[in-house]
């Protein structure tokens, strides 16, 4: 039989776009498809105001090419999202990879055809290709949660949801606005918002951690010394558990005394950013520890914040970094303006929405304009919006009913030649994900070549070596404190969701050196078939 293309791609995100380049290297003919107009992914969706990644700039870009990533200039210290699309398109110009992308199309289906070796892919636009190899590159938070909260069809004026927001942007000037969550997208958008609204509504159902960016034009002989020993640094990213290149330290909070304690804390909170979880190598392993941290942000929160009852309600009880700590540029001081009200739904849900706002505690709040910056479906959303199925008819879906099944979070047994870039099991969003991103890519490019040069047409994980490291996910999970709360690494935002801790927590080093020791062992815990 032959087949329509090599390999399917599905997504023109950061993975996608490199899937496709890596492919077309190695000879393979590829399509591509995208349900936006552009590539970006993450970044093409996620345009709401004060939107810029959490990792900074120069680590959170692409080192597959030397020549790229030195003619590149990022110009702050956390690029805005505007800037990142443009570097997302910058690459798709810069190596031609639009003639292979199929925009505005969503995949709908893929089917395993048993005898063929094949997948048959189809989409909304009446497409139905065949190929032998299918490689998801979905991102790992790009479902939208919208929160089934009663009425939402009924509030009168516009509703915007954070992850897919208007391309044209939004003027809220003069308006009253209500906003539902305080994750790490309110928390970038709310100060912007309030600079326009004439009033905001923040709904808190759980007060987050955050720590500021101190964000920054970046000073050129930075830029210029980044450069100048970039595959240094990377390799240093590359050997911390996050893939970020910044100082661990490695005492524990615990052991430390109290005033260098404060003097580390404050140090890491002075240079901003995520940095700040690695003041000391325990703050996820003891409780404690943990603590320590936490009423450090505490009392950063009460300074900034005039009113102490205010204070207190902004300020998070839960473990800090068990949900995803947030960088913000004057988020607290936000809620020392008149205009901006807090309002806490954490005793009850919030009971409905009504044509003029919303109902909650009892009380009717009324606005112009509703923001949902209330996350996504992580990890699996995106994924099981597909009808994917596998060997016998069975889909995803049912294969995932009890969370997620992968080997190494990039292949499924029961599901050959099937690919996901990032996929539950893998460090993924524990880490800087453009380094994750590339180490999939460069793996799975390999394994589809190790396929054709063995003449072989079906690669399949085997169900002993998934269960295997679908319990060493677990048992690396089990030993944090990061599944101790209510997060989306577990699936906790979407009611009905199994509560399964999703990425990888073992860390970037210890994941890479289990991906190469596979291949290694000639790709231990595959088979082949001809
Ligand atoms: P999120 O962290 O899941 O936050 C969603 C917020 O909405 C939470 O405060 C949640 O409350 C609230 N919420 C959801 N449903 C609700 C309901 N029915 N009633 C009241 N509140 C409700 O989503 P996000 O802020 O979009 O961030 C998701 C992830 O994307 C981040 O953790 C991060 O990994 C990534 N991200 C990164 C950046 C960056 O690089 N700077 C920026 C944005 C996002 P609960 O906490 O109680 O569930």
């Not at 999202?81 to 199929?102: G, S, T, W």
């Not at 577990?490 to 991906?515: D, H, L, T, W």
């Amino acid at each position: 039989m032959s087949l329509d293309f090599d390999v399917v791609v599905i997504g023109a995100g950061f993975g996608g776009m490199y899937m496709l380049h890596r492919l077309r290297l190695k000879g393979f003919k590829v399509q591509v498809f995208e349900t936006g107009k552009g590539v970006g992914g993450t970044w093409y969706w996620n345009r709401y105001p004060g939107a810029r990644c959490d990792v900074e700039s120069v680590q959170y870009s692409y080192q597959f090419s030397p020549e790229l990533q030195q003619e590149w200039e990022w110009t702050e210290r956390y690029a805005t999202q505007p800037e990142i699309l443009r570097y997302a398109n910058h690459v798709a110009d810069r190596f031609d990879l639009r003639r292979d992308i199929k925009f505005e199309t969503r995949v709908t289906k893929a089917t395993f055809d048993e005898g063929a070796h094949a997948w048959t892919v189809e989409t909304d636009k009446g497409d139905r290709v065949t190929a032998r190899f299918v490689v998801t590159a979905l991102g790992c938070l790009s479902s939208p949660n919208t929160p089934r909260i009663p009425g939402l069809a009924d509030f009168k004026g516009p509703t915007y949801h954070t992850g897919n927001w208007p391309h044209e942007g939004v003027d809220f000037t003069g308006k009253t606005v209500g906003v539902i969550g305080t994750g790490s997208s309110a928390i970038q958008s709310i100060p912007m918002i309030a600079r326009q609204a004439s009033h905001v509504t923040v709904f808190q159902r759980t007060a987050n951690y955050t720590v500021p960016a101190h964000n920054k034009p970046l000073d050129p002989d930075h830029v210029r010394e980044v450069k100048a020993n970039y595959p240094a640094m990377r390799k240093r990213a590359k050997a911390t558990p996050p893939g970020i290149d910044f100082k661990i330290n490695m005492a524990s909070a615990m052991a430390t005394p109290e005033a260098e304690r404060q003097r580390e804390f404050q140090e890491r909170w002075d240079y901003g950013g995520l940095g700040f979880m690695a003041s000391f190598s325990d703050l996820l392993l003891n409780d404690e520890s943990n603590k320590t941290a936490a009423e450090f942000v505490h009392a950063k929160i009460r300074e900034v914040v005039k009113d102490p009852e205010l204070a207190d309600r902004l300020s998070p009880r839960n473990v800090i970094g068990c949900k995803r700590l947030c960088v913000d540029t004057g988020y607290w001081a936000t809620f020392n303006q008149p205009h901006v009200a807090l309002v806490d739904v954490s005793d009850q849900p919030i009971e409905r929405i009504t044509a003029e706002g919303l109902r909650a505690n009892g009380k009717d709040y009324t606005f112009d304009c509703l923001v949902l910056a209330t996350g996504f479906d992580a990890m699996t959303g995106a994924l099981l919006r597909i009808d994917i199925r596998g060997r016998d008819g069975r889909s995803l879906e049912e294969k995932w009913t009890e969370g997620p099944k992968t080997y190494l979070g990039l292949t499924m047994a029961g599901f050959p030649n099937l690919f996901t870039i990032t996929g539950p099991g893998s460090p993924s969003v524990l880490t800087n994900m453009l380094p994750s991103i590339e180490q999939h890519v460069e793996w799975i490019a390999d394994c589809i070549e190790y396929v054709r040069s063995r003449g072989a047409t079906l690669i399949e994980a085997s169900r002993d070596a998934e269960e295997a490291w679908v319990g060493h996910v677990g048992e690396a999970a089990g030993a944090t404190l990061r599944s101790s709360c209510s997060s989306w690494y577990i699936g906790a935002n979407i009611p009905g969701k199994p509560r399964v801790f999703m990425p990888y927590i073992g860390g970037f080093p210890a994941y890479i050196e289990r991906c190469e020791a596979v291949v290694k062992n000639g790709y231990e815990g595959f088979s082949l078939s001809f």
